[in-house]
């Protein structure tokens, strides 16, 4: 049975959903300079984690991300984690763009034995914006790391560019594995690469409708999971932030033999799943 | 030469040579706010302005892309009002300059703002808006962004006149406009340069307006469909033009031969994004390499290029 993953606590619903009507709200200043002061994440940081201290990452999760969003609506960001002894592994990853109107692009959460090394996605960047990823260990304890871009030139946008097409196959998904980079590694222990693709807009709900005049409601992926038989692999609660076509390529211990099962939900309470096997030669 | 011209290029020259400003700003040095848009005839009735290929800025008035427009016996139809006000109405004076008839019709060939931010200053005629008929939608979930992201570049005196007016007149497939003993054809595109491409034909010239669906010289930008754009050059191709104003390049050019840069460069990119992707290389790493050997070919290649492999790789995933 699917369920959508709860939100770990109310206050990142609240940033991941109701922030999604803030839409034109573009800081002027964070245009016009290099990297600034966190401003906006100091506001933001009590709404989404509390008074919890928050703890610089120290390689416990890094985030790699272009210096500037060559196209605003597809932004490639990678985040490697590494298990620490002092800390336990982690649970979970919240990725956030400060300047982005609903600032919660994704929250992840992995299973206590999959062994997550490596998520890479791809977000919308509306403006000059912190990327940041904050995750929790097991400890409860939270580790930051964040990386500055700048927004694209030009006409690039954070929109979609074939609405028609994005709507037309709304659900569909692609499972790759690829090939371990690691070879004459017992197939048993090693990790797997696998790139998880799913088609919707994902989009924000600023489009008016030309007859009824009205915004369209947001529309967009806000669970999914990702399990092997009955192991949970990953799983997200996102939001606009994630780009159209939601993609996550990421690496971790898979077990021969035993089926990949996605399943998604979006805000229209459409579900959407699929089931690959996962062959032990594949892996 | 006259008097005025020589001390605006002696003005120029000194400035030049203290400050070493652009050619952008030698050539914008002698005109003066206010000026005629300087068009050029490239038919019997047909005039076009060649944007330069730059990134729309302060300097440059965002006039970087080809605008133009038309005149029959009753009206006129302008084709793209460029990229700001300032722009458009200078292309109001052009049009002034030449014939004292209504325009009927503003055509706006596409979303993008060197295309459509001099919409607002058409307020002032009785044109009515054309636009593709998702021309509307993209400019509903674009509008607000493109008024705050070029406001760095253009800067807010130019910025602050600039709004987002979408079309009223709304064209599917195909249509026509009649400006008085003058038909002319609009086509909406399949998503191509973006998913609301109209082009306009004039069938007493045979003179094409592209939009941008056909560059010279500047990149050409992905913002719609790479698998579209390049599907539907052999549709473009087999349009039967004497000329065509592109959307960014010489005016006129010939037809078809117009598009047999736009086409290698989508060839060679779509190949190597095809690689990448049969490879497992992920994207960001695949975007840095994509389709260089074409970079001595184009202007602003470094500005679009990766962004336009970032669209295709994203594209052709789901191959």
Redesign the interface.
Known sequence: MFTIVQPRSRMVATALFVLVGAVISFPVWAQNAGPPESTTWNGLKGDVFGQKPIEPANGIVSIDAPKRAEDAAIVPVDLHFKTDAGTGRIKTVTLIVDENPSPVAAVFKFGPDAGVTHLATRLRVNAYSYVRAIAETEDGKLHMTETFVKASGGCSAPAMKNTDEALANLGKMKLRVFSSKASGMEPMTRATEMQLMIRHPNNSGLQMDQVTRYYIPAHFIQGLTVSQGNRLIMSMEGGISISEDPNFRFEFDAKPGEDIKVEAADTEGKQFKDEWPLESSSL | MSGTTRRGVLKTGLVLACCGMSHVRLALAQSRPGDPLPVKQIADGVFAFAGIPA??NNQNDGEICNVGFIIGDEAVAVIDSGGSVVEGKALIGAIRARTDRPIRYLINTHM???HLFGNAAFESTSAIIVGHR?L???L???G???L??Y???MGDDLMADIRIVPPTKLITDEDELDLGNRKLTLKAWK?AH??NDLSVFDHKTDTFFTGDLCFIGHLP?????LL?WIAQLDILNGIKAKSAVPGHGPIPSPWPQALDAERRYFDVLASDMRKAIAD?V???DA?KSAAQRERANWKLFD??N??N???AF??L??E
């Open positions: 990134m729309m993008h703002p060197d998702n509307p939608r993209a509903e979930s674009r607000a962004y493109y705050q992201s406001r760095d570049a998503p973006t998913d930008t992905m913002d719609g469909s579209g497992g992920p994207m960001s975007v500005e679009y990766q962004r492999a970032t669209a994203a594209e995933e789901w």
